[in-house]
């Protein structure tokens, strides 16, 4: 069974102790067990960096032999156009993911290149949303969509 990527831009290391009154008190280590719970059978290849370029070489390695991808860019999805042209290729679903809302932030948070290729968003349901959206994209995958 292909793996699914769970992919986590910058800053959300700190998740935890980032801006807790936006982003919440749980941890990346604790969003990561609740993903791997929540996909049961299904492998789970689960990332983080602070680099544009190491969270590229992800999206290249789901192209490769991954089922879906969940995304949470955090500030490259405003800013990075080569994730939207790695995103691009990957030839199964895609969910694009926000702790908060994006929407009701301010205005440098609301306009989204990753979205351009995204099957679905999810944003603002706090980082409890994670599981969520593994058994949303666990859907999509089924249904072959993207
Ligand atoms: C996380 C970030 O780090 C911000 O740059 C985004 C996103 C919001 C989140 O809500 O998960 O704007």
Redesign the pocket.
């Known amino acids: 069974m292909k793996p699914i990527y769970i992919l986590n831009?910058?800053?959300?290391n700190r998740l935890g102790k980032?801006e807790p009154d936006?982003?919440g008190l749980t941890t990346l280590s604790e969003v990561e067990q609740m993903c791997r719970d929540a996909a049961g059978e299904r492998p789970v290849e689960f990332h983080q960096t602070n680099s544009e370029e190491r969270l590229i070489d992800w999206v290249h390695e789901a192209i490769d032999s991954g089922a879906g991808i969940i995304i949470?860019p955090?500030?490259f999805?405003?800013t990075s156009i080569a994730l939207l042209d790695a995103l691009k290729m990957f030839k199964g679903p895609i969910i694009e993911?926000?702790?908060?809302?994006?929407h009701r932030?301010e205005s440098?948070?609301h306009r989204s290149y990753v979205s351009m290729t995204a099957t679905t968003v999810m944003?603002g349901l706090g980082a409890e949303g994670y599981p969520l959206a593994v058994k949303a994209l666990e859907t999509l995958i089924s249904r072959g969509m993207r």
Do not use: E, K, W
């Not at 993911?97 to 994006?102: A, D, G, K």
């Open positions: 831009g910058p800053n959300l980032r936006i982003y949470n955090a500030a999805t405003f993911f926000h702790i908060s809302n994006v932030r440098i948070y944003a």
